[in-house]
């Protein structure tokens, strides 16, 4: 083992006191200014610490990744979903497929609790259990052809668990990407400008998949900065498009969003990875990480001031006007996707497993995607912590709560125990050239006044209404991606399910089965977004309670199925580093769940708020949010169902823990007994870097095995 040399020794000791610095001033600070700084000081510090140090020991000493080990996506090259891929496009690809809705608007909603419980957990969460997850999902996956996870737990722990696991994973994931194309209508629904960029973006990304197959191979470089030209010029258009003539055109009502969105998922679904889904996400990526960059380098320089409170009360009382219930569970529950994401596992054993060069890259790709997600869902906290907490409140409690103009908002919001007055909820809706801020719920708008905030301090306190637009058109691009990408591999899901009972679908690139499949799940999430849109209490919004958990129920299948493996495979005695993360998501998400169904207080037990619906039917009154008896009986349908999906998902992630569970002890008792159903070894003849910028020792072999085709080529035939 090389030793450290003094100038890597200075280096690391300087980022650690960063991070510790900034952890330091978060912890110790009460009464008194904290700037934003501190906290993008304590996550940076911790995230170069965690990918240089525990990532990498992971990866050599625990998985033990083998360079020479040829992955699926060279083994089973078919250009339509195996195809090895350019570390750097697939980094993208990934960043942008995991990166949906979560990290964006869980920690605004979060803040409630005070901006420090989200902060250890975001940061703590990613470094020990998210980035873990995803990249040890993904090393076991791309070992199995870039099997599914439910196949996986099918095949490694056991028909039955696998069973559960595969029916818990598929219905999860569809209720996931309704909730996500949810989200992207409700931004987009007239909003000419963010119609149109995001329109751009697919002939953009078409240009780009050719370009980099047909015209010019392996020319990422070139390509990249041909997209982030065009990606601008795409943007800068959607505003003139908005302000044009042409506004009408790309003002399309949420429910032409809909077909338009399953149109595109289908279709994203079945087209050649290289062509499409791919490029997209890449270029997608660079607005994102840029956005992010951009953020941080913001708050860097203006130094905004961390408003809201460490700690609310909200957060020992569980009565928060945000939702409802204590910080244990319930902020876990709703950060979800910034620090572990169950949703992250299906695409780590989805499309990314499929499309990687070289197992070396899965430090980079897994562990190094989801810290990127987790800067994200700093940087959301940051803005939605820094604007007035009075603002916050008044934008994120229903309308049922603050009532419907400034003046009852401001008395409202004083009985939460802050302030703001009417002429300063009025000028703030001013400000962003919105006609009202009020019970703008949903965390979206709030995160766009917040980067507002930073931006326009940036550019010398104007620009306010730009930027605020800019940031919720940023929000529905960085929520698009994660749809196409999450449809794609609701289909592999689907194959591997039906391939257990119809052979030819275990084919993934089957014409008929990938058609079949892709049409079944786009017409599934399709159906529910459709009547949500049409019925505010319908549809997808019936299941919006329950993203948060069923996401982290996910969670725990794939830790228990990694943890599995790690046993499986002869790893027992690094078994912890999933297998702690599973114990304490297990809690968590089971504690959650069950506060969910029995809870007695209507606000949180969906049975309980159930029981005092109907009983107002029978007394033939109407609550809010209901606004007729249909709307009664909507919401007590909801509830029900509500209770009685959160029971199943969670009676199902349980069988698939005891069953984990029991095969690790039968493993440890008679090892001989298990079969591990890892693909055969098959020796690589691909040369890749492992990581963005090659080591010497890598620029070597590149340039060995340049001259190696080059004398190939010119040798007689």
């Keep these: 083992m090389r030793s450290a040399n003094p100038r890597s020794i200075v280096i690391w000791t300087l980022v650690a006191l960063v991070g510790a610095a900034g952890w330091t001033v978060l912890a110790l600070s009460r009464d008194e200014e904290v700037s934003a700084a501190w906290m993008v000081a304590a996550a940076v510090g911790s995230y170069a610490i965690a990918y240089r140090f525990y990532s990498k020991f992971i990866v050599h000493r625990v998985l033990k990744v083998d360079k020479n080990r040829a992955t699926p996506a060279e083994r089973l090259d078919n250009g339509i979903d195996f195809h090895p891929t350019d570390r750097r496009v697939l980094l993208g690809h990934h960043f942008a497929a995991i990166a949906g809705a979560g990290p964006l608007v869980g920690p605004v909603l979060a803040a409630q609790m005070g901006y420090l419980p989200g902060t250890i957990w975001i940061i703590v969460g990613v470094i020990f259990a998210g980035a873990v997850q995803d990249m040890v999902v993904l090393f076991f996956s791309t070992r199995r052809d870039g099997k599914s996870l439910g196949q996986m737990a099918r095949e490694e722990i056991g028909p039955f668990g696998g069973a559960a696991a595969l029916l818990a994973a598929f219905a999860i994931m569809i209720i996931l990407l309704g909730v996500l194309a949810l989200v992207i209508v409700n931004a987009l629904a007239d909003s000419p400008w963010g119609t149109f960029s995001i329109a751009m973006t697919i002939p953009i990304a078409l240009f780009m998949g050719f370009y980099l197959r047909i015209l010019r191979p392996g020319r990422v470089s070139e390509v990249s900065l041909i997209g982030i030209t065009l990606l601008l010029i795409a943007l800068v258009a959607g505003r003139w498009v908005a302000e044009s003539s042409l506004a009408d055109t790309f003002t399309l009502a949420p429910s032409t969003l809909v077909i338009w969105l399953v149109a595109y998922g289908f279709i994203a679904s079945i087209l050649p990875v290289w062509m499409l889904l791919a ?19 913001g708050v860097v320089v203006t130094l905004p001031t961390l408003k809201m409170d460490p700690v609310t009360d909200f957060a020992s009382r569980g009565d928060g006007p945000v939702f409802a219930g204590s910080l244990f569970p319930f902020v876990f529950i709703t950060i979800a996707c910034g620090a572990l994401s169950g949703f992250h596992a299906l695409i780590s054993s989805g499309t990314t497993p499929k499309m990687v060069q070289k197992e070396t890259q899965i430090r980079m790709i897994g562990y190094g995607s989801m810290l990127m997600e987790s800067a994200v869902a700093v940087m959301a906290l940051v803005a939605a912590s820094i604007i007035d907490p009075g603002l916050y409140f008044a934008m994120n409690a229903p309308a049922g709560v603050i009532g419907d103009n400034v003046q009852a908002a401001s008395q409202a919001v004083a009985g939460f125990g802050y302030s703001i007055s009417p002429e300063d909820l009025a000028q703030a809706a001013k400000n962003v050239e919105e006609s009202s801020l009020l019970s703008r719920t949903g965390g979206a708008p709030t995160l766009a006044v917040g980067v507002s905030e930073i931006f326009s301090k940036v550019t010398g306190g104007s620009m306010k209404a730009f930027w605020y637009h800019f940031a919720i058109m940023f929000e529905a691009l960085f929520i698009l991606t994660a749809l196409d990408a999450g449809t794609r591999v609701g289909r592999f899901m689907l194959q591997d399910m039906l391939g257990n009972v119809y052979k030819p679908f275990k084919r993934v690139s089957w014409k008929p089965g990938l058609i079949i499949t892709s049409a079944v799940v786009t017409g599934l999430w399709g159906y529910f977004l459709w009547v949500g849109v049409h019925e505010p209490l319908g549809g997808i919004n019936q299941l919006f309670p329950i993203f948060g958990i069923s996401n982290q129920l996910l969670a725990a299948v794939a830790l228990a199925v990694c943890t599995t493996l790690l046993v499986k495979s002869g790893r027992l005695k690094w078994a912890w580093i999933t297998g702690i993360p599973l114990a304490w998501d297990a809690t968590v998400t089971l504690t959650a769940s069950w506060q969910k169904v029995f809870s007695s207080d209507p606000r949180v037990g969906f049975f309980k708020q159930r029981s005092i619906y109907q009983d107002a039917i029978d007394d033939g009154k109407i609550l809010p949010p209901a606004k007729s008896m249909d709307d009664m009986h909507t919401v007590v349908t909801n509830s029900t169902v509500d209770g009685v999906l959160s029971a199943a998902l969670a009676l199902l992630i349980v069988i698939v823990i005891a069953d984990a569970a029991r095969i690790c002890v039968k493993h440890v008792r008679n090892p001989q007994s298990s079969r591990l159903s890892e693909a055969e070894y098959v020796e690589s003849k691909l040369t890749a870097p492992a990581g963005l910028i090659p080591t010497q020792e890598e620029k070597a072999e ?16």
């Excluded at 490029?279 to 380098?297: C, E, H, N, Q, V």
């Excluded at 340049?706 to 035939?717: C, F, G, L, R």
């Design 279 to 297: 490029p997209r996400d890449y270029l997608s990526t660079f607005m994102k990480i840029g956005t992010i960059l951009l953020l941080a380098i």
């Design 702 to 717: 590149l340039a060995a095995a340049e001259t190696k085709v080059t004398s190939d080529a010119k040798a007689p035939s």
